[in-house]
């Protein structure tokens, strides 16, 4: 059984570490606490990892409001699922997986939409980004025009692929995560995700050689 | 299985990893946090109050539940009843004190009907002894209407009524 003194020191020491910077390794007593039905404690859970997963589910959905359903229902089943929780993978693995499998289903449920994307998708600071600048050369009035056409080209050829290998992009060159993590989260061995991103690329090249040529 | 080119493959992966600067429109993931806490408060609450309830509301709150729980309770009572009966009832019947205590209730059936018959008829006589002196020195008296009298409504039929005393 947690108390409510060993709670309140996991909720300060969580504080402190995401203060002091990113720290996966005191989730333990977060948890802890957690299963024991406390609110303040998942509430600090919520706060370590929404923002990735809630970026994760949108480039898997390329839907702002789809994402933000997904990941809160992802965090209320984890919640209600966390009695099963072992601890065998991190907590962070764990929701990860919930998160992705929820949207693997949705996914399979839906038809495909279409989808619009803005430049209010982007961070305004992207503008200047190096690679951005290397893709987008022209810098002419037509320049926003082509960012804008350059995202929606990325973004259609993302959707093009299948539900597996968009993920294994998503998680691997977007969020930047290894081999072995992406393993844990979609439950499948290291070579299967080496495989899947590579024929994801290949796909990816194809439907973008245009840009890829140009530079 | 062809082999990317290096150079393409540093090229595509720097493009893709532009989708990481897409941020979320103003509304979307800042509340998120309060959002599934409020819920998940609000479902805490809702078990708690679900626990505390009475018994007869969590059966009011779910028709089939409380069907299949009342079953379970009439064939519970029905089995008690059985091996309640099957216990407590004597295994031989004694016939001939059987048919004696069966003559004895009826012959005390019939004294008691015919004290209640002879109590009946007395106050039944009194009654309407009562009745008719009470008629008779009445200046109200019933009246009998008989076929082809006067009634409302059928005044072509020329008749009047008849007292009868």
């Not at chain 1, 320049?143 to 929606?152: C, F, G, N």
């Not at chain 1, 977007?174 to 072995?180: A, K, L, R, W, Y």
């Not at chain 2, 493009?15 to 806490?37: C, M, T």
Request: glycine content about 4%.
């Amino acid at each position: 059984m947690v108390d409510n003194e060993t709670v309140d020191k996991a909720i300060a020491a969580s504080s402190l570490s995401s203060a002091a910077g990113f720290s996966e390794g005191d989730d333990t007593a977060l948890v802890q606490a957690s299963q024991q039905g406390h609110l303040a404690a998942f509430d600090q859970l919520i706060a370590r990892y929404h923002q990735r997963i809630y970026a994760t589910l949108y480039h898997m959905t390329s839907s702002h409001e789809d994402a933000d359903d997904l990941t809160q229902e992802s965090f209320i089943r984890a919640f209600k699922g966390l009695k099963r929780f072992k601890g065998d993978a991190s907590f962070y693995t764990w929701v990860y997986r919930i998160a992705v499998n929820l949207t693997i289903n949705f996914l399979k449920k839906r038809s495909r939409r279409s989808y619009h994307l803005s430049l209010n998708d982007m961070d305004l600071q992207i503008e200047h980004h190096p690679d951005l600048v290397m893709f987008v050369s022209e810098n002419t009035p037509r320049r926003d025009l082509r960012i804008q056409e350059l995202h929606q080209k990325l973004n259609e050829a993302m959707q093009k692929l299948s539900d597996t290998h968009r993920l294994t992009v998503t998680l691997h060159d977007i969020q930047g995560m290894s081999h072995e993590e992406i393993s844990g989260i979609m439950d499948c061995n290291v070579g299967t995700v080496r495989s899947r991103l590579f024929y994801a690329r290949r796909q990816l090249q194809g439907l973008l050689k245009d840009y890829l040529s140009h530079t | 299985m062809q082999d990317l080119n290096s150079k393409d493959q540093e090229k595509l992966r720097r493009l893709i990893a532009l989708k990481g600067y897409e941020v979320p429109p103003p509304g979307y993931g800042n509340l998120l946090a309060n959002r599934i806490i409020s819920h998940l408060e609000v479902e805490q609450i809702r078990s708690q109050q679900a626990a505390s309830s009475p018994w007869f509301k969590k059966f009011s709150l779910r028709p089939v539940l409380f069907a299949i729980q009342a079953m379970v309770m009439a064939s519970l009572l029905w089995f008690g009843w059985q091996s309640l009966g099957s216990k407590h009832l004597p295994q031989t019947v004694d016939r001939a004190a059987l048919v004696d205590r069966l003559e004895l209730g009826s012959a005390w059936l019939r004294s008691e009907a015919s004290t209640v018959r002879s109590q009946m008829n007395v106050h039944f006589d009194e009654v309407r002894g009562s009745l008719m002196g009470m008629m008779q020195a009445s200046s109200i008296q019933p009246t009998l209407w008989t076929q082809g009298s006067f009634r409302p409504g059928l005044s072509h039929l020329n008749s009047y009524p008849v007292l009868n005393h």
